[in-house]
């Protein structure tokens, strides 16, 4: 990856051990000032490098930073569900108004092919490209308190029986969450202290808050919740090019689950952060509550078959990419940039995955020995690809050698030798391929199953 | 806990007359043991301890049915122990005839658990999800195979003649390496890969490829794979034993096996000449298998290969779909295909 005699220069706003021991161990030497070849920073930092009216702070050709200018599009929970509703409706109006267009040249090829037959030649090819369908609703219904309070009364009150769950807009780790059943169990957001300013004085605003519906029925392994943390790597967002790391895990509960009214509080059976289940009585430290995502998908492929595990598989990279498209357009695409995000995803009972929000800077801490060789490798595998795709060095890369165990599940970018072939549409062009190379190999997270 | 299980629990299994004493009200002295045994391996185990609540009630379950001890083939893994009508031991016995006359087996299937016993029960947890789906197929494969990997007695399959089993492969197929454990370190391939046996490598291997294992033990009708596995890892690390000066290097060596594949391994550990000269089955001579080396190791496996004639249409691949539920709740079918040897064809 380094070219000889190279000489690389990291910045990096984190002093965690897997992120120091990979620079050190490719020799690269530190920095804290602007010059550096890769920036590790913190997101604070980075709303400063970004800033435009601090012209030299600008970044020069060749530096690379792991964030880009507005990750927040994606990465605040509140602007993060209304950029997918808006993408969803769009899509659905597009995909309406194909359906229209395809029934019509429908109609007319069923002419024309009579008119052919009539004629004796073969039928022409008028029919349309598939157009990406995009999958049903992955993120529950989100309101942001306390602008939309008034429509989530309203909805509260259409479901008498549901359960809501609200989260501080700006706070991590679980810190500030509740779970809501009734109407007045929100008097703990609205009669919290009121934030204070840095002089001390209380803010007019309540602290922004977004309350979404809760899904109570999540898929239980040994009766206890757990989540999904996948770490997904963007280099580009126009074109799109995506990256999905094998090694996500799972982050389960101590305690068994349950939809008890009386434990509707206990923030050990409903929330699965690892800083709050870590307090828990009967926490584990030889494995952390972090079960690998290979053994979920044995564990579904053995009870429920191999076609619902493939799907479930397939359906957590469709949700993933649609997500990241319904940012692409707004998301400044500085080609400095690159970002490691940690996608939170549920499964509910159904086997369909819920998409919980998406961290900007996922955690490097790390808690057991299994979690430290993942983070360590993950961290090598996101400095090997951001660099070497920064310098254009990857195109039309399957290699294992050099995507690790990441494995690219998107790519927008059009193939320099492929020329429509003739009579083809030529908008397909536009459609998306899902690989860089032809159909993909494997699924990111199936296995290879039973050897026959 | 209990009241759970015996709400769930199928009566078939138990016998009436147990339930109508109460016995499963009852605490076992061995519960505890269990209950801590789970604790001690599962609930840390990064792939199993998701299960750790199912493979404690499958180990207890186990523990209280009566019927273990007649159905393992080979007899009780060890001398029961008894007490009599008063509570007390009573003398040992190995019949458990004789136990129904005057006294209680504790725990009441006869098999006494030793550290390590819940580790049989771990990957069913991958199974099935319900306890009323996971024991019957636990209860018939651990009766029919995983019983003999801690059963000490003459009867054929059972652990001493499955550690000579391994000896002997490690010394035809590894020769050198066996005799540098033994002259040079003063030790014994026996002894780091005794773990491996006795657990059925549940723990050592990862969970896929311990199922995909037992499958083929379930295919072939022979726990004979276990320790044939056993020195197939042997001989494949037989370089990096050889390179070994001290004992905690060996120890290295035998201690992760988790990048093991183990089928791929298996099958070119037994069938090298089948799938030619060219398969990359060398032993640490680097030269392709010996004539003499092969005829003997042929020898050692060929009855185990028989069996695999016998099987007719229950190949592997129906047997494991049969482990994913595939179809109906199938109690009947998974009896049905462990009977005993003779039955299998009809």
Redesign the interface.
């Known amino acids: 990856m380094r070219r000889e005699n190279e000489r690389i220069v990291y910045r990096t706003d984190f002093d965690k051990y897997v992120l120091i021991s990979n620079f050190e161990r490719l020799g690269w030497t530190r920095s804290t000032d602007e010059d550096f070849d890769i920036y590790w920073a913190s997101v604070h930092n980075v709303r400063g490098l970004f800033n435009p009216e601090v012209l030299s702070k600008r970044l020069r050709d060749g530096q690379v930073v792991n964030h880009f200018p507005n990750h927040y599009e994606l990465t605040r929970k509140d602007l993060m569900a209304r950029n997918i509703k808006r993408y969803r409706r769009e899509r659905e109006r597009q995909a309406l108004q194909e359906q229209a267009e395809e029934r019509f040249l429908e109609s007319l090829s069923s002419f024309a092919s009579f008119a052919a037959r009539k004629k004796g030649q073969s039928e022409p090819n008028l029919s349309m490209p598939q157009v990406d369908r995009v999958p049903p609703e992955w993120v529950p219904a989100t309101y942001s308190l306390p602008n939309d309070y008034a429509i989530f009364v309203e909805e509260f009150r259409k479901s008498p029986n549901s359960t809501w769950i609200a989260k501080p807009t700006g706070k991590a780790q679980g810190r500030g969450i509740f779970l809501v059943s009734k109407l007045n169990q929100l008097k703990r957001w609205s009669n919290a202290p009121k934030e204070k300013n840095q002089q001390g004085q209380p803010l007019p605003f309540r602290e922004p808050y977004i309350i979404s519906r809760y899904i109570s029925n999540p898929l239980l392994v040994g009766g206890k919740k757990f989540d999904m943390r996948l770490y997904v790597l963007v280099t580009s967002y126009r074109p799109l090019k995506v990256f999905l790391y094998r090694g996500g895990f799972c982050r389960f509960c101590v305690e068994q689950y349950s939809t008890d009214v009386a434990e509707i509080d206990n923030i050990f059976v409903h929330l699965t952060n690892v800083a709050i289940q870590k307090q828990a009585e009967d926490y584990n430290e030889q494995h952390g509550g972090k079960w690998a995502i290979s053994d979920l998908m044995l564990f579904i492929e053995s009870t429920r078959g191999r076609a619902a595990s493939e799907k479930l598989a397939s359906d957590m990279e469709q949700i993933i990419v649609h997500t990241l498209k319904a940012v692409q357009g707004i998301i400044v695409n500085d080609k400095h940039c690159f970002e490691m995000y940690g996608f939170d995803v549920l499964i509910d009972k159904d086997l369909r995955p819920w998409l919980l929000e998406v961290n900007a800077s996922p955690s490097m801490t790390t808690t057991t020995e299994d979690d430290r060789l993942l983070k360590l490798r993950l961290i090598n595998d996101v400095l090997n690809i951001a660099i070497q795709e920064k310098r254009g060095q990857l195109e039309g890369c399957d290699d294992d050698l050099i995507l690790g165990d990441f494995a690219c599940i998107f790519d927008e970018k059009p193939k320099v030798n492929l020329g429509t072939r003739s009579g083809e549409d030529p908008r397909s062009e536009r459609n998306e391929r899902s690989s860089s190379r032809g159909p993909r190999r494997s699924n990111s997270f199936s296995r290879t199953g039973y050897w026959r | 806990m209990i009241a759970d299980y015996t709400h769930h629990y199928s009566l078939r299994v138990l016998s009436a007359e147990e339930a109508a004493r109460g016995i499963c009200e009852w605490e076992w002295l061995t519960d505890d043991v269990l209950r801590l045994d789970v604790a001690e391996h599962c609930?840390?185990?990064?792939?199993y301890?998701?299960?750790?609540?199912?493979v404690e009630a499958l180990v207890l379950a186990l523990s209280r049915d009566c019927e273990v001890g007649q159905l393992c083939e080979s007899g009780l893994p060890q001398v029961p122990l008894v007490a009599d009508a008063a509570g007390a031991l009573a003398v040992q016995t190995s019949e458990l005839r004789e136990v129904r006359a005057g006294g209680q087996a504790m725990p009441p299937s006869g098999v006494v658990p030793f550290k390590g016993f819940s580790n049989y029960a771990c990957p069913f947890?991958?199974?099935?999800?319900r306890l009323e789906t996971a024991y019957p197929i636990f209860r018939s494969f651990y009766c029919r195979h995983l019983c003999r990997l801690h059963t000490i007695s003459d009867h054929p399959e059972t652990l001493l003649s499955l550690c000579a089993l391994f000896e002997q492969l490690v010394v035809s197929t590894a020769p050198r390496a066996a005799q540098h454990l033994q002259f040079v370190l003063d030790s014994s391939p026996l002894r780091y890969a005794f773990h491996w046996i006795v657990t059925g490598f549940v723990g050592s291997l990862p969970?896929?490829e311990v199922?995909?294992l037992w499958?083929r033990v379930l295919g072939f009708d022979s726990v004979a794979l276990v320790p044939i596995l056993a020195a197939a890892i042997v001989a494949l690390r037989s370089k990096l034993i050889l390179a070994a000066r001290r004992p905690e290097e060996v120890q290295l060596v035998f201690s992760d096996i988790s990048c093991v594949k183990a089928?791929?391994l298996l099958q070119s550990f037994l069938f090298a000449h089948e799938l030619g000269a060219d398969a990359n089955w060398r032993t640490e001579h680097g030269s392709v298998l010996s004539a003499a080396l092969a005829a003997k190791k042929a020898a050692l496996v060929a009855p185990i290969l028989e069996a695999k004639a016998s099987i007719g249409e229950h190949d592997v691949?129906a047997l494991?779909r049969l482990?994913?539920?595939?179809g109906p709740a199938s109690t009947d079918t998974v009896e049905i295909l462990l009977q005993p040897q003779g039955d299998c064809n009809a």
Do not use: T
């Open positions: 609930a840390n185990d990064v792939s301890f998701p299960f750790d609540e199912l947890a991958f199974l099935a999800d969970a896929e199922l995909q499958d089928i791929p691949g494991s482990f994913r539920g595939e």
